[in-house]
């Protein structure tokens, strides 16, 4: 730890302004998001204890008829907006941050096969991601989502919504991981050591595993933290779009998509609140990433 | 009595375009026949030098011994063993392949950098299964390390830690945590100082007599030739053009190739 704290990379980091600014809102936003059952004054999942007395409450003022004052305001089912905000957010990080953590393991694990074995192995995945490239990744989550709503029974589908969701994202996500794995891979196997490896009789899975991987996970993660931004964007469109996390369980997507609906009425904060924190969150991140991605990894620019 | 064997020995490369090229184009396969009809024989405990400039086809031979690249024809044989006996079980195979070790050209590219030393010399124990118990395999680390002129401590460092020289030490020691009777050493010496060259030129040596060690020795440098070999081969384009003694070698060369290869190595007045 002392170490890190005298490294180059945290004297670099100190030093520039972005980047720690950026971290620090990302970890404002993260750990408001894990204490958010602490911080929000009411739960918003609980729909008992919703008073539709206090729809559309605006921020900052008492309620005409209950008198209830709400720092942000409350939506058409009053709704606290800011309760809201703190689980839609955890919600939305927690299906990006898994969304990522499937891509990158997936993305790992394939480029390693495809960059090691090579042959038709390597043509065919490599080809797949080439072909799945081709289309916004955001195209491929819904079309991965669809199937996933019409695979599984109806009772289930609001319960395995936030699941559906991460493997959808996460499926949409692997490319860049494969691409940049493979070619480190490519580089590492020609090495003398791998060689030396394979004269004490290692398998091809024990060279990849203990070999191999450890010298080409530098860039991934880099790319991880600016497929988190990616991640995050794309479940708040999928839910934006209704094909998201379900009403019952907000997310920041559903939250604007539902502010959406009151804009032209009047009622602002139902959409300016929850836009603002998801648009400080991915670019907070996305910002970071940059940094990251400049400081450890020129070469990827 | 011969202990390492190549007979007739070939290995080609496929160099083909894809399929759908060449049938596009009309042009037939092409192969780079990289050793062609080469065979030699090795004493059990000298040292078997491989002379040739570069592209002669030596460390081809290198990897076939080692069994890093399986030959078009001809055969390897270890103490009259097949290495590439078809019938072999990959278990027999494997326990075969045990006792021949190398020793690679740079120590830069050679050692994992992500594992510790300690480690990197326990691999083979493991993978062999030739010490049982953690505590065991430890000491067998510890003896490695000062066999080959290190500390008992450099096991917990890690490979850039050390210089060149050192390193190849710890790739010597790697070699011979496996028990093997013969190491293949692929230029070990041609990334390395001069002054350090000599260095681990005399720890082979040492380490040969100490273990009744057999070397297959590749390299273009004739100034190591002489001062390890007990047999040369000289390779020329694929192909073994002179084999003899060293003192023979050296004064007497019998064919062109090898006294423009003698004459083309930098003297010193």
Known sequence: MKRFFASDFFYDFVRSPVALLSFL??????LSAVFASVIAPTNPFDAASLNLMNGFTPPMEPNPFTGDVFWMGTDDQGRDLFSAILYGLRISLFVGAMAVALAAVMGVLLGLIAGYMGGWLDNLIMRFADIQMTFPSILVAMLIFGVARGILPPELRDEMAITVLIVSIGLSEWVPFARTVR???????????????????????????RHILPNVLNPVLVIATITLALAIIAEATLSFLGVGAPRTEPSLGTLIRVGQDFLFSGEWWILLFPACTLL??????NLFGDWLRDKLNPRLK | ???????????RFDLSDPWIVRKLTFRPKKFLTAVNDVSFSVEKGT?????????????????????????????????????????LSPQRQRLMRRRIQMVFQSPYASLNPRWRVGDILKEPIQSFDLIQGTKNQAKRVEELLEQVGLSPSDAKKYPHEFSGGQRQRISIARALSSQPDVI?????????DVSVQAQVLNLLKSLQ??????????????????????????LNKGALVEEASPEELFTNPKQDYTRMLLNAAPKML
């Open chain 2, 47 to 87: 040292t078997y030098a491989l002379v040739g400039e570069s592209g002669s086809g030596k460390s081809t031979i290198a990897k076939m011994a080692v069994g890093l690249l399986t030959p078009s024809a001809g055969t390897i044989t270890l103490d009259n063993h097949n290495l590439n006996d078809p019938n």
């Open chain 1, 280 to 285: 400080a969150l991915a670019l907070s991140v």
């Open chain 1, 183 to 209: 070619g480190s891979t490519m580089v590492e196997k020609e090495k003398e050591y791998i060689a030396a490896a394979r004269l004490i009789g290692l398998n091809r899975w024990q060279i990849m595993m």
């Open chain 1, 25 to 30: 809102i990302v970890l404002f936003l993260v």
């Open chain 2, 209 to 234: 007599k100490e273990f009744s060690l057999t070397y297959l020795f590749i390299t273009h440098d004739l100034a190591v030739v002489s001062s390890v070999a007990n047999r040369i081969g000289v």
């Open chain 2, 184 to 192: 293949i050493c692929d230029e070990p010496t041609s990334a390395l």
């Open chain 2, 1 to 11: 009595m011969s202990f390492i064997t190549a007979k007739n020995l070939v290995r």
